[in-house]
């Protein structure tokens, strides 16, 4: 299988680039779409049913598309949690996005480390609740419980300070 998608790219890398360049529209989301598409292709157990070349196209279009909603995700992140003006390159934010973008700061640092961590890896590392119990040695129902309350909390904090 291996060899079989070496070939394919090797044919079709050029393509499989401007199709996810097309999508994203930026030459870096592009190579990162076509790497996290091969990277999960060669993970798979077994080859595909029907054409390999077509199955990978698809493969980097769907990848591409997850690159896209992850890049419009990060920055409504950024412009909501940890931003800061000079990061954003936006003049104009107004002052009261800046007190609440500290303030979330100052609420999400006030948690306690391990809460603070599954929210950072739920986040930004898009990390599933099983993925992040694994990695702190947790059942993934307690992370998910733990998730959530410290999302109320913040939400209750920021609703009552403003």
Not at 6 to 28: K, N, P
Not at 35 to 56: I, N, T
Not at 96 to 125: F, H, N
Request: aromatic share 6%; charged share 25%.
């Amino acid at each position: 299988m291996l060899a079989e998608l070496e070939q394919v790219y090797r044919q079709h890398r050029q393509a499989l680039f401007s199709l996810a360049l097309t999508i994203t529209g930026c030459s870096g989301l592009a190579e990162d779409a076509v790497h996290d598409a091969f990277v999960r292709l060669c993970g798979m157990q077994e080859s595909p049913s029907g054409h390999l070349a077509a199955y990978v196209y698809a493969a980097v279009r769907n990848s591409a598309v997850d690159c896209c909603r992850r890049a419009q995700r990060d920055l409504k992140l950024a412009g909501t949690l940890f931003a800061e003006r000079q990061n954003l390159g936006v003049a104009n934010i107004s002052p009261a996005a800046d007190d609440v973008s500290a303030q979330l700061r100052q609420e999400i640092e006030s948690l306690d480390a391990g809460t603070r961590e599954i929210i950072v890896m739920k986040i930004y590392g898009e990390l599933t609740f099983d993925e992040i119990g694994r990695v702190l040695d947790s059942p993934p129902a307690t992370v998910a419980t733990r998730y959530r309350r410290a999302l109320l909390a913040l939400e209750e904090k920021l609703r009552r300070d403003s």
